[in-house]
């Protein structure tokens, strides 16, 4: 089917029309309200298709907004519809509800006569993304007079890296002694991404590398660096309690770097968030960087790094590769309000990582580039 167009009196009623017919892949491709007769109800009108998934899974398209999509953008990478496939009907309003906001947006966008066609296939570009409609009102006022499409997505590539903080990797000075902790909520990735960076430093830069964990809570956790430490031969010290922290940096001082892994913690256990804090208060780690995936709703991510506390100086934003959609990375990014030191994009080790770079993030999160394989570290 190349396109269809739905007509409703809510742009809820609309979009679940649009649902219904086109299935979870469909993609939004206008949306326009309609002044009410006198004596009729105001109507909405959305034209989608589920064609573009066809284009994104790279088989052959025959219809013309597909075709045009592609043309205009030279890769195509459209997002479906997010629709909370298998979450409660609870979370499936939430979604409908952010997406009627952004075709909201988007209907300003339309009726605006500061705004001409190409920044309008922008915002609607955006909003296919997963781009909160605040992000792309932002990143469209500040996209100036643009000729064509291709033009302003130039444009937006610059503002949308000029808006993304990055912090650059770690920085390991020979004989130094830098310590590293790496802090989160559970299941994060902190000891994957440890062990990439371990793996990284120690066979590219050939630093001398230690490990500790004061990760002692889950069954197996110590067992993950161990086997980790036991194929790159680096040591590893596994630490009780904040009084032992320091004498395990001691035995550890004549490497270059020495990593901390800590337990993932949630922010709303403040028992074991002071446990926490009483060991980073010990190690006084040079650097703390903090843990968070993609596929985590940015509106968790500024409450959960104020619990971690002052001490956290970056952010590593991880499982790229697993999120619906990269235009929330953006408000996750300025929500934690830390530049970011690294990003991960898959559960290699030591591959799917690399050091964060605004331009490379724009062009992710605006789907112009491809996740894998990205630059080495
Ligand atoms: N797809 C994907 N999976 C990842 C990535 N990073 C980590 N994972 C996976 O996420 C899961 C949890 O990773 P861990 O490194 O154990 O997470 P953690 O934060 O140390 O977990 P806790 O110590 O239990 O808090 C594992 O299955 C990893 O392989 C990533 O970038 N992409
Ligand atoms: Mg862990």
């Known amino acids: 089917m190349p396109t269809k167009t739905f007509i409703a009196r809510t742009w809820q009623e609309a979009l679940l029309m649009v649902k219904a017919e086109l299935g ?38 025959t219809g013309g907004a597909a075709r045009q999509l592609a043309r205009v953008y ?3 990478q459209p997002t479906p519809v997010p ?14 509800k952010e997406l ?54 130039a444009q937006a590539v610059d503002a949308v890296a000029g808006m993304m903080p990055v912090g650059g990797p770690i920085s390991a000075v020979a004989a130094q002694c830098r310590v590293v902790a790496l802090v989160g909520p559970t299941g994060v990735g902190k ?15 050939k630093a001398r590398i230690g490990v500790i964990t004061v990760d002692t809570y889950r069954l197996g956790a110590t067992e993950q660096l161990r086997t980790l430490a036991g194929i790159l031969e680096v040591p590893v010290r596994i630490v009780m309690t904040p009084g032992e922290i320091q004498a395990a940096l001691r035995e550890l001082r004549e490497c270059d770097l020495v990593f901390i892994d800590t ?25 703390t960087h903090f843990v968070f995936p993609a596929t985590h709703h940015p509106r968790q991510v500024h409450a959960a790094i104020e619990k971690f506390g002052a001490g956290v100086g ?7 590769d697993e999120a619906a959609a990269l ?38 999160l605006l789907g112009l580039d491809e996740l894998s394989p990205g630059p080495q570290i």
Do not use: W
Request: aromatic share 2%.
């Open 24 to 61: 979870d892949g469909a993609v939004i491709l206008t949306s326009a309200s309609r002044a009410a007769r006198p004596g009729q109800p105001e109507q909405v009108e959305i034209t989608a298709s589920n064609e573009l998934d066809a284009v994104a899974r790279g088989k052959p398209s």
């Open 74 to 76: 030279g890769k195509t």
């Open 83 to 96: 629709t909370g496939a298998g979450g409660t009907l609870e979370r499936e309003l939430g979604e409908l």
């Open 100 to 153: 009627v906001r952004g075709l909201s947006l988007r209907t300003d966008l339309a009726q605006s006569r500061d705004f001409e066609p190409p920044l309008r296939a922008l915002a609607a570009r955006m909003q296919m993304l997963g781009f909160s409609p605040e992000r792309t009102g932002q990143v469209c006022s500040l996209v100036g007079k643009a000729g064509s499409e291709a033009e302003a997505m």
């Open 191 to 205: 000891t994957t991404t440890l062990s990439k960076l371990a793996a990284s430093f120690k066979v590219a830069a």
């Open 263 to 287: 337990a993932g913690r949630s922010p709303k256990d403040a028992m074991r968030m002071n446990e926490l804090r009483a060991f980073m208060l010990a190690a006084q780690p040079d650097e």
């Open 314 to 320: 970056r952010l590593v934003l991880t499982k790229l």
């Open 327 to 364: 235009g929330p990375a953006l408000d996750i990014v300025l929500g934690a309000g830390k530049p970011l030191s690294y990003i991960t994009t898959g559960q290699n080790i030591p591959g799917d990582i690399e050091v964060a770079d605004s331009h490379r993030l724009a062009r992710l």
